[in-house]
T-cell receptor
Framework: DAMVIQNPRYQVTQFGKPVTLSCSQT?????MYWYQQKSSQAPKLLFH???????NEADTPDNFQSRRPNTSFCFLDIRSPGLGDAAMYLC??????????????FGSGTQLSVL | GQNIDQPTEMTATEGAIVQINCTYQ??????LFWYQQHAGEAPTFLSY??LDGLEEKGRFSSFLSRSKGYSYLLLKELQMKDSASYLC??????????WGAGTKLIIKP
């Protein structure tokens, strides 16, 4: 089945230790997104790619970086995780051709803990 | 999201009907989504409304009033598996999604 896959499901890192979260998709969608979601809060868009075009949200901290080496894969790098970065990180995709009503397809998320 | 308002939590009984409301800012509106999110899982698409009125999909229906900046999700014949958070998200003038914090729905037997 075509899908969005995130690894790992749970990630534990130490304060200040760099961590990379992975996302892959078999949907061949043009757009890939990274969201941060804390408990009982709205998902917060960090950045998205339309193909190779990178779009950073204005309030995304510099501590967060992203790479999209090809259509299928996208990575989220947190250079120096702080306690406030503990959250669920959601990867999502969309086709990028259907306009405002285009739905997002989410991966199962990576729950990041920072010790 | 500061532009989206939905109740934090609701409780309903198995087999009953529940309506989850969402209000949003009306300027630059390009549609409204509802997503379902089970605890610890990813959101999944439920509905998209851009025109006024009610759209029905089986047990779930979604309603939109653009003049009032108001939408609701109606769930009928509630089942225990419907226990989840329901997220409302507005599409703004830049085609960006503005998410609500979600309404946690608790279903009791």
């Amino acid at each position: 089945d075509a899908m969005v896959i995130q690894n790992p499901r749970y990630q534990v890192t130490q304060f200040g230790k760099p961590v990379t979260l992975s996302c892959s998709q078999t949907l061949n969608h043009n757009v890939m997104y990274w969201y941060q979601q804390k408990s009982s809060q709205a998902p917060k868009l960090l950045f998205h790619y339309y193909d190779k075009d990178f779009n950073n949200e204005a309030d995304t901290p510099d501590n967060f970086q992203s790479r999209r080496p090809n259509t299928s894969f996208c990575f989220l790098d947190i250079r120096s995780p702080g306690l406030g970065d503990a959250a669920m990180y959601l990867c999502a995709t969309s086709r990028g051709v259907e306009g405002p009503g285009e739905k997002l397809f989410f991966g199962s998320g990576t729950q990041l803990s920072v010790l | 999201g500061q532009n989206i308002d939905q109740p934090t939590e609701m409780t309903a009984t198995e087999g009953a009907i529940v309506q989850i409301n969402c209000t949003y800012q009306t300027s630059g509106f390009n549609g409204l989504f509802w997503y379902q999110q089970h605890a610890g899982e990813a959101p999944t698409f439920l509905s998209y409304n851009v025109l006024d009125g009610l759209e029905e999909k089986g047990r779930f229906s979604s309603f939109l009033s653009r003049s009032k900046g108001y939408s609701y999700l109606l769930l009928k014949e509630l089942q225990m598996k419907d226990s989840a958070s329901y997220l409302c998200a507005e599409v703004d003038s830049n085609y960006q999604l503005i998410w609500g914090a979600g309404t946690k729905l608790i279903i009791k037997p």
